[in-house]
């Protein structure tokens, strides 16, 4: 009976995922993409609709602004969000690009704030996104500096799996790149996550030296370049993550 009912919250969290990734389906749709019988797949709709956590638009499925619910209460329960949030939309508006804080949890990135400056570039993720770690900026700052058992089990966990050309899959040539960003402070990513895209991040750490998350700023390679990618916005990076540090603690 228990093992039924974890099969049953796992097919339900498993359905509202499909329904997002196909950006709405229907009972038909969700039946022949996650190989189940309709009249199962109508079960799990229609409760799911009666829960208010799946709307019906003509037909088609999608997924419920009730969901915002939950997200908010597990943004707003870091600390970090309140603390960081002025910080980084100022980081936007003051470089025009667009400006991230980034936390970990299960081994993954996900994006708590995404600011947009007025020369921002449209990218693929949105607050919520999850990311691997290692394939960005803000990851790496992250891994960089936690503790050396918990950044191994991420990588058993998750390996390196390859986002573009320029995605670190070498283990070895990760630790480096880590004992990089520990010496210097802050992180690059050069096109490895998403091709055409460049970013620099650094990490934020509790006044104990743990790792509370990641700030960064995204652009395009034409304009993230030169003596801006490799001192001016790296600088204005950790000033920023200065003034968050202080705030956090004596919040």
Do not use: W
Request: hydrophobic share 35%; charged share 30%.
């Amino acid at each position: 009976m228990v093992e039924n009912k974890v099969k049953s919250v796992k097919k339900t969290f498993e359905i509202v995922r499909t329904i997002q990734e196909l950006n709405g389906a229907s009972l038909t749709e969700l039946s022949r993409e996650m190989g189940i019988p309709q009249s199962t797949a109508h079960n799990y709709l229609k409760s799911l609709e009666k829960s208010h956590y799946l709307v019906n638009e003509d037909g088609t499925y999608h997924v419920g602004i009730r969901f915002l619910e939950h997200g908010a209460y597990a943004r707003d329960r870091r600390n970090i969000y309140d603390t960081a949030r002025p910080e980084v939309n100022k980081l936007a508006t003051e470089t025009g690009e667009l400006a991230n804080l980034l936390v970990e949890e299960h081994g993954r990135g996900s994006y708590l704030l995404r600011a947009r400056g007025v020369d921002a570039v449209q990218v693929e993720a949105h607050v919520g996104t999850r990311v691997y770690l290692h394939s960005t900026a803000l990851g790496k700052a992250i891994l960089a500096h936690m503790p050396e058992d918990r950044r191994e089990e991420i990588l058993d966990r998750h390996g390196l799996p390859e986002r573009t050309a320029r995605t670190t899959t070498d283990r070895d040539q990760l630790r480096e790149d880590l004992a990089e960003i520990r010496d210097r402070g802050y992180a690059y990513d050069d096109e490895e996550r998403l091709e055409g895209l460049r970013c620099v991040a650094a990490a934020v750490q509790s006044n104990s030296g743990r790792v509370l998350g990641a700030v960064s700023v995204s652009g395009p390679t034409n304009r993230l370049r030169g003596e801006r990618f490799r001192q001016e916005l790296p600088s204005k990076l950790l000033e920023v993550v200065n003034v968050i540090e202080l705030n956090i603690t004596h919040s």
